[in-house]
């Protein structure tokens, strides 16, 4: 067989990367010819807008293929150690990744408002509320569900293929990071044994420090009595959460309200994670449950820095797509953490030297290879 001469003898970069795929693949609507429009008069920051959004879908499937590698692990009924590590470096690569894609943010910012508006008429009904990914990274994630009914109809689903309906809502049915976590936590070693019953010395601890909190307020000449009074409250109000924490009918009560998502069970075995982080065997699930908080951290941070963005950008104005542009955006913040319970968890942190000190007996009885029982 004849070789094509435009074929090169052996594998380039360019080959190995497609670049002929990937550099043509930026269609500026601007250049495009319209009636009434004999010369088009392509607007200089749509490429860059292209750009942009394609290096956003190119680190979203990287994402992807990271939380698949994650989820597979994490479904199994019994988790390696070791297997552990190789999670946490993965999620250490979508952490890194989400950091970039705030970068990439700060970089479209250099278009001004104005410059947008040459080519922004030429972008309906399109619009970044339509990607397929992203809705994919919020699913397998763990986002609630009910953030993400809205795919199945409406707006959205009106644009996306039969194809991508599908992927999604398989994706939707199946278990999310978050889920198979709860699972994995539930199933870390019981903490109560003949001999030790860490639970009761932890409320004790916990007893003995806010009763130190608020001999301090008491005690504190400087403070007025209404400022005492606020500070009273606050400890109050965390002796009741601590209380809670021990309170399976209030804790279920938070889950149906929409407070709490994370079981009791599982809050527990996370808790102590972070109590005793200092372990070595606890030192790998500590980074875990780290990684995850900075992974939402960093969703946050990207989805606050987009909306500040586009409310620069468009105002008030709809947006391409029929959503509420900048009010959608803005709503999402707060709404769309996945691991909150998590972050909730410092509230019943304690400093390390009142933590209750744990028997020898019991340190060699913890296990972390999370068998199912």
């Given amino acids: ?44 920051d749509e490429l860059l807008f292209i750009v942009v959004h394609q290096a956003h879908e ?20 019994s ?51 339509q990607s397929v990914q992203f809705r994919l990274v919020e699913a397998k994630l763990g986002l609630p569900r009910h953030h993400l009914e809205h795919l199945r109809s409406g707006i959205f689903a009106e644009v996306v293929t039969e194809a991508e309906k599908r992927l999604l809502s398989e994706t939707l049915e199946q278990k999310s990071l978050f889920e198979v976590l709860e699972n994995w936590l539930e199933r870390t070693p019981f903490l109560d044994t003949q001999e030790f019953n860490f639970w009761s010395a932890y409320k004790d601890a916990i007893t003995a420090h806010l009763d130190s909190d608020l001999s301090h307020v008491e005690s504190n000449e400087f403070l007025s009595e209404s400022e005492k009074q606020k500070r009273r409250s606050e400890i109050n109000a965390a002796r009741q959460a601590f209380m809670d924490l ?53 969703l946050q941070t990207w989805r606050a ?24 955006l803005r709503s999402t913040v707060n709404s769309h953490r996945v691991f909150s319970d ?19 007996n019991f340190i060699r009885q913890l296990g972390f290879s999370s068998e199912a029982s």
């Fill in 1 to 44: 067989m004849q070789r094509n001469p435009e074929e090169p003898k052996s594998l380039s970069y360019g080959n190995y990367l497609q670049l002929n795929k990937l550099l043509d693949a930026q269609q500026l609507q601007s250049a495009l010819p319209r009636k009434n429009e004999p010369k088009p008069q392509p607007a200089h």
């Fill in 58 to 77: 190119l680190w979203f499937k990287q994402i992807l293929f990271e939380l698949d590698s994650i989820l597979d692990i994490y479904s199994q009924d």
């Fill in 79 to 129: 988790v390696p150690e070791a297997k552990i590590g190789l999670a946490n470096s993965r999620l250490e690569r979508i952490e890194t990744i989400f950091e970039a894609l705030i970068g990439h943010l700060r970089i479209l910012e250099t278009m001004t408002p104005m410059d947008f508006l040459e080519f922004r008429n030429y972008l309906n009904p399109a619009s970044g509320f």
């Fill in 246 to 298: 021990f309170n399976e009918e209030k804790h279920a009560e938070h889950i149906r309200n929409g407070e709490k998502r994370l079981s009791l069970k599982a809050t527990h075995a996370a808790l102590f994670i972070y109590l005793y982080r200092d372990q070595p065997i606890l030192q790998a699930p500590f980074r875990l449950l780290t990684l995850l908080t900075m992974i939402d951290e960093h």
């Fill in 305 to 328: 820095q987009h909306a500040l963005m586009v409310h620069r950008m468009i105002g008030v104005k709809i947006g391409t797509g029929g959503s509420s542009g900048y009010e959608y």
């Fill in 342 to 360: 998590l972050c909730n968890l410092s509230t019943f942190l304690l400093p390390r030297s009142s933590l209750p000190e744990l028997p020898n």
